[in-house]
């Protein structure tokens, strides 16, 4: 853990969502980033830990940036995908309230574990993802540099049909889709720095 994440925090962490499982908390969803060479000899036991506790898995695909996304072999999530669902018996599911998770639940839909491929099959032509940051940046796609700064519009007494006019104009500008892969110049941000 450390290695991935630069703490060895494991037991503060258990605690705590151990803690949130006996408040009451549901669902509980636990995410990993499953990375071939790194954490992929992890994943069948995340999946036992996951369905043992009743809590929601999600597999994520590494994105090329960092240390160790950009190190971490790519891992094909679909193969991962096929070998689950065979040795947990799982079935599609469905997850309400959208998100760019595709599921598998076991038949009685008492386990969900997700995918999120963000590299292998990417879910940008559904993206409705836009972010307001705290300095009145509306950032347009999670990664990349589209963006409009609000906070001369606001400054400026901007009313809020003017506002309105331009959030329209500014959801113009979102990019169709990432090229994380074939152009990794034009990801210039870290997502966790703009809350994905
Ligand atoms: S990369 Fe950008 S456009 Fe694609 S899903 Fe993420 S936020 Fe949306």
């Known amino acids: 853990m450390e290695k991935i994440t630069g703490h060895d925090?494991?037991?503060?962490?258990?605690?705590?969502?151990?803690?949130?499982?006996?408040?009451?908390l549901a669902p509980i969803k636990i995410n990993m980033v499953a990375m071939r060479g790194v954490n992929d000899d992890e994943i069948d036991d995340m999946a036992a830990f996951c369905i043992e506790q009743g809590f929601i898995l999600r597999l994520i695909e590494a994105m090329p940036m960092g240390d160790t996304g950009r190190n971490a072999g790519h891992l094909d999530l679909q193969a991962v995908k096929e070998k689950l669902r065979a040795q947990f018996g799982l079935v599609e599911g469905v997850m309400p309230g959208g998100g760019p998770a595709r599921y598998l639940q076991t038949p009685d839909g008492a386990f969900s574990i997700g995918f999120i491929t963000p590299i292998s099959q990417h879910f940008c032509g559904t993206c409705n993802r836009v972010r307001l940051s705290v300095d009145g940046t509306l950032y347009l796609c999670l990664g990349q540099e589209e963006k409009v700064e609000f906070r001369p519009l606001l400054r400026a007494g901007a009313s809020d049909q003017m506002l309105e006019d331009a959030i329209r104009q500014a959801i113009e500008i979102k990019p169709e889709r990432h090229e994380f892969r074939e152009q990794p110049a034009k990801l210039v941000r870290f997502m966790s720095a703009t809350g994905g």
């Open 9 to 24: 925090s494991l037991p503060k962490i258990m605690a705590g969502i151990m803690a949130g499982k006996a408040a009451g």
